[in-house]
């Protein structure tokens, strides 16, 4: 069989990868900001959680994770008397953007703590409020030295949606599989899965540069 027929049912899966990778990439960075923040905050309870939970999930198997949402999750709702089913792209996206936020937790609070001291002075000298101070003065200064990081982490996601492919999403990685058990070809469809989700990967990467590129002109415009 030609290897263009293989094309049809693999656009399809990486049109699943794709925007489960765009979901899965902003929310983690949302929870990158709340891990983040979380940890370097004043009050124990939320430091405590954001600890925790930036503990659990940058020390489990992402697959492990992935299984437990989708798997275990709802048998401890039915002992609960709660309905926790999760729909595969619910479970999918969630697994993926708990475990890259984990991640960009530590790249959000770096980047915090990196700011220069005499920035916070000077928030002191006018009278800024913390808050003030963290969303004008910090993190306005911070963002720009984190998009190397999370670039990283935006590429490494795309590459670990291959495994919601075990839960029975349509993904890339499971039209691949079987299209390979239909046709018995392993070199010919891993080969297209291959530079499918390098094409991908490549694309990512440019539009995140892109992103860093104008977050550092709007910087040096504020300087």
Same mark, same amino acid.
Request: include cysteine; charge should be positive; aromatic fraction near 10%.
């Given at each position: 069989?030609? &290897? ?11 049109g ?5 990778a765009l979901? /899965? ?16 905050? /004043?009050?124990?309870?939320?430091? &405590? ?12 198997s992402?697959l492990v994770q ?60 006018l ?7 963290? &969303? ?22 795309l ?5 919601? /492919? ?22 010919g469809v ?6 499918m ?20 002109? &709007? ?5």
């Amino acid at each position: 069989m030609d &290897w263009l027929s293989y094309l049809d049912p693999l656009m399809v899966g990486a049109g699943v990868t794709a925007r489960l990778a765009l979901y /899965s990439t902003i929310l983690g960075a949302l929870f990158s900001f709340l891990f983040g923040i979380g940890r370097l905050s /004043s009050l124990r309870p939320c430091r &405590w959680a954001s600890i925790a939970m930036i503990e659990i999930f940058r020390g489990t198997s992402l697959l492990v994770q992935l299984f437990w949402l989708f798997f275990a999750l709802p048998v401890l709702g039915q002992a609960l008397g709660i309905d926790l089913r999760l729909p595969p792209v619910v479970a999918g996206t969630l697994a993926l953007s708990l475990n890259i936020g984990a991640y960009g937790a530590e790249v959000v609070r770096g980047a915090i703590q990196a700011v220069p001291g005499n920035q916070y002075e000077a928030a002191q000298a006018l009278d800024f409020t913390p808050r003030q101070t963290l &969303w004008r003065i910090a993190i306005p200064q911070a963002v720009p030295e984190m998009m190397p990081s999370f670039c990283n982490l935006a590429v490494q996601n795309l590459k670990d949606t291959a495994l919601v /492919s075990l839960i029975g999403l349509g993904d890339l990685a499971f039209q691949a599989e079987r299209v390979r058990n239909f046709t018995q070809d392993s070199v010919g469809v891993y080969t297209l899965l291959l530079l499918m989700y390098f094409g991908m990967a490549l694309v990512l990467a440019a539009a995140m540069r892109l992103l860093e590129s104008r977050l550092g002109r &709007w910087r040096a415009r504020r300087s």
